[in-house]
């Protein structure tokens, strides 16, 4: 699902602050309360869940169906 961060400064810096970590707790809690108890036997044979956590917002397409991007833009991402 997408977080809803926009690619300009303020959508990176803006509020809402701390939207991914917010959001992260938020499932870890959530997985917490749903799996059971260590006490009891179904613990024995449950699954770790995994949690994959991605973006790709500021990638560009490998299809190269993207616009081009700014010189400006090229140089900052070229010296990261």
């Known amino acids: 699902s997408c977080l809803g961060h926009n690619m300009t400064f303020s959508g990176m810096y803006g509020k809402p602050r701390r939207l991914v970590r917010d959001s992260i707790k938020r499932v870890y ?6 799996q059971p108890s260590s006490s009891s036997s179904a613990a024995a044979t449950s699954v770790p ?4 956590l991605m973006g ?7 299809d190269g169906s993207d ?9 900052v991402i070229s010296l990261l």
């Open 29 to 34: 809690e959530t997985l917490q309360s749903v």
């Open 49 to 52: 869940t995994k949690m994959i």
């Open 56 to 62: 790709s917002n500021g990638v560009a397409n490998p």
């Open 67 to 75: 616009d081009v991007r700014p010189l400006g833009e090229r140089i």
